[in-house]
């Protein structure tokens, strides 16, 4: 992070300072913070990576493609596009599928969690507790830890190698299930390194839940997935903490994507209200915790978070313990493994509209399609967790820079980004290095 | 028993030079079928999981032309501890964050680094969506595949 401070407006005691490069932010964008005379102005979260384009992409292609076309969006979250696409391609096409290929997402989604939640707490977010600019410096003193947490994200891409065919960007899930279903030997193989990856998930709650948090608590309203029996990834309603209770089918008459200026991401914001809300793990712990399984809630509990998680701060906690349930119910899913009698449901095309909403580690991904007789599609939404949160990070940034204006400027800035990180905002999955401005005019 | 020798292609091959790593990678298995060379796309664990069992080990991947004040085509090779190396532009063309430049540095911090690395930088200038290399990286990489299958055919 370098930061410099030049003048702004002659004559007038005033300064701006820059941020060129704000650091461990999947994604381009930059934070613009205006005080003047002591006074917080505004607050800008801005996305300049331009929009990708994959909705236009997607028109004219084959329903099928949906899902390896949409994986391609993201590094981070590939699983959680393939999900959202295949979910919404069999809403539109009227397919069930069976409990052996639901039990088989589930565990891929488990990997995906992993993978990604283990590469944000370790890699972005830790060093931020610890004061250090990057992991690789906090690598220096906490090598047990960073050790621990490079073999962890091994165990998640593991599973995804497995059952999504390679890595990064899987390419075995397919409309109606899998193109090809392991070996069971091949799963079997995993769990020694599950089974060591959930106590060192264990390790790592004890650890989170032990740094300082700053303090922010907003009244948030939290949306996620909600199922009667399970902790959510793919299947549920959408609930939020304010009352809301929807199919996932209804998600467009709830929530609307407007366009501001200073973005090129589009905001998502509740209706009627046009309030911002809160999607991602606090959402998914606060409204489904009790779902958790057995060892993740006394875990939680020992670590003093079974209850309402409500500062955005204690997200890295609250990432631990979801990467906790994750080894775990990969682990259930693993002992109790049957091989589903056939890889993948038939597809038959018609003309639909389809949508689902599954939770990607970030948050509450929506996808909408519209496809014709020939199973080309016709238009395309993706609404990811990034945009949907967007307001909500310049509301936090907003209250914490009100309530930390005597902070000096570098640290104001430190905690600006920790706060944005807070989200392990995915901007590339948004519309790439996120740039920070405070400008500040008149202060004394 | 020499000690195994990996060459690995780093990049994403749907942004366009990026994609250079792996093309060389591709090239090179099938001429050089004794060696373990594979390509991944610059994810750090991925990444570090590849500097295990090897004691050498050949980086191949894309570097930003423009941050590097490079002509698009022109070829660095550094060993992986050249302090050129971070000035040469690696970080620039990568998807993520943490990248190579990340991955070498906890490597060495971690004592992970193998004990011959380095890394073969091909400046491009065209990272969007797109899966053809641009016309001066192309003609870099077919040249680097002949050098490097004539450098490790006897390894």
Known sequence: ?444 | MSAPIKILGVGNVWRGDDGVGPFIAGQLANRLPELTIRSCNGEITGLLGEFEHCNELLLIDAIDAASANLRPGSVLRLDAGDPALTQSGLRASSSHVLGVMEALTLARTLDLLPDKCAVIGVAGKRFEHRQELSPPVQRAAETLVEDLSREYDHA
């Not at chain 1, 007038?12 to 060129?20: F, G, M």
């Not at chain 1, 607050?43 to 292609?61: M, S, T, Y």
């Not at chain 1, 929807?246 to 973005?263: L, T």
């Open chain 1, 1 to 444: 992070m370098t930061s410099k401070e030049i003048p702004v407006k002659a004559g007038v005691k005033s300064r701006r300072i820059e941020v060129d490069y704000l650091a461990r932010v999947e994604g381009e964008g930059s934070l613009r913070v205006d005080v003047e005379a002591g006074e917080l102005k505004n607050v800008q979260l801005k996305i300049f990576e331009p929009p990708r384009f994959f909705e236009a992409f997607l028109r004219g292609r084959a329903l099928t493609e949906a899902p390896d076309i949409t994986a391609r969006i993201c590094g981070i979250c590939p699983v959680a596009y393939m999900m959202s696409a295949v979910h919404a391609m069999e809403n539109a096409l009227g397919i069930e599928i069976d409990e052996g290929l639901r039990r088989l997402r589930r565990l891929l989604y488990c990997g995906e969690w992993i993978e990604s939640h283990v590469l944000h707490i370790y890699m972005l977010h830790a060093p931020d507790f610890f004061g250090y600019d990057d992991a690789i410096t906090m690598a220096k003193e906490h090598r047990e830890a960073v050790t621990r947490g490079l073999a962890m994200k091994k165990a998640g891409n593991a599973i995804v190698k497995l059952l999504g065919g390679r890595e990064i960007h899987p390419i075995n899930v397919r409309v109606g299930g899998f193109w090809s279903i392991p070996a069971p030997e091949k799963f079997a193989a995993l769990l020694d390194e599950l089974r060591w990856g959930r106590e060192a998930a264990a390790a790592t709650v004890r650890w989170a839940a032990d740094f300082d948090f700053p303090d922010l608590h907003r009244d948030y309203e939290f949306v996620a997935l909600s199922h009667d029996d399970e902790y959510p990834f793919n299947e549920g309603r959408i609930v939020s903490s304010k009352g809301l209770d929807i199919s996932m089918q209804d998600y467009p008459q709830h929530f609307e994507e407007r366009h501001v200026e200073h973005s090129n991401a589009l905001h998502s914001v509740r209706t009627p209200s046009q309030e911002p809300y809160f999607v991602g793990p606090l959402a998914r712990f606060n409204l489904n915790r009790k779902k958790l399984s057995t060892d993740t809630l006394a875990l939680a509990k020992a670590a003093g978070f079974d209850r309402t998680i409500d500062n955005p701060f204690e997200s890295i906690v609250v990432r631990s313990l979801e990467v906790f349930y994750a080894f775990d119910e990969a682990i259930r899913l693993l002992e109790d493994f049957q091989t589903p009698a056939q890889a993948s449901m038939p597809v038959a095309v018609k003309a639909g509209i389809g949508m689902a909403a599954t939770e990607a580690p970030r948050g509450l991904l929506f996808h909408r399609y519209e496809v014709d007789a020939d199973g080309l599609i016709v238009t395309a939404n993706i609404i990811p967790p990034t945009s949907q949160n967007q307001l909500t990070i310049e509301d936090d940034l907003r209250d914490l820079v009100a309530a930390n204006l005597s902070l000096s400027e570098k640290e104001l800035t430190w905690r600006c980004e920790q706060a944005i990180r807070n989200y392990d905002p995915c901007i590339s999955c948004a519309t790439h290095f996120l740039k920070l401005q405070v400008r500040n005019v008149g202060a004394d």
